[in-house]
């Protein structure tokens, strides 16, 4: 077998294990944020909020899935507040920035 296409095919190789470690964490992630979502925030963003990814049909705060608000704007909405909801400081850092990614990930906002 050729040395040249020992390496390429090594090089193939290891793209694929990391895409699929990749897909693995970014998994996970949705998995945690939807968990933060529907019951670790106190009170849970799903008893007002709807967002079809994580089963809510909360009628109170404005529909995620037509907002579809960044990142961004979910995580300065959680450390401060917005109109009726309040700011969520029993979350660390992590659990916000975890948060705010599953939102705009499960909304489309974020790719």
Known sequence: MPHNFRNRAGALLAAFASLVAGSALAESNMDAGKKLFNQTAVPACAVCHTLEHAGAQGAIGPNLDEL????????????NGIGQMPAFKGL???QIGTLAKYVATATGASK
């Open 92 to 94: 660390s850092e992590e």
């Open 68 to 79: 579809r608000p960044d990142a961004s704007r979910v995580e300065k909405a959680l450390r």
